[in-house]
């Protein structure tokens, strides 16, 4: 069974720093990509950067420049790393993986930017 974890998300003032993690458990972390979306209160959820297994890398353009994706496949981990963070930042976010056509999404961790 495929398990994500995140954490690392919290309160932070605008122009902030955090980073969050995507613990994997159940999948040969490697071999497959990982991507962070998130989902401000009553809209929809949207992709924030996705890492492919092979080190590509992709993200919003709301998020170009401040975030970084990376991962680290021996501590089978995701991170985000989000910086000069804004109120409009404010959301849940998800991790994300596929596995032989399958969707699998953590639990979610709540980011909060005040101005």
């Known amino acids: 069974q495929v398990h994500l974890v995140e954490s690392g998300g919290g309160l932070v003032q605008a122009g902030g720093s955090l980073r969050l993690s995507c613990k994997a458990s159940?999948?040969?972390?490697?071999?497959?990509?990982i991507a962070w979306y998130r989902q401000p209160q009553g809209q929809q959820r949207n992709l924030v950067a996705r890492?492919?297994?092979?080190?590509?890398?992709n993200y919003s353009d709301a998020v170009k420049g401040r975030f970084t994706v990376s991962r680290d496949n021996i501590r089978r981990t995701g991170y985000l790393q989000m910086n000069s963070l804004k109120p409009e930042d404010t959301a849940a976010y998800y991790c994300h993986t596929i596995r032989q056509g399958q969707d699998f999404w953590g639990r979610g961790t709540q980011v909060t930017v005040s101005p």
């Open positions: 890492m492919g297994a092979d080190g590509s890398v």
């Open positions: 159940g999948l040969n972390f490697r071999l497959h990509p």
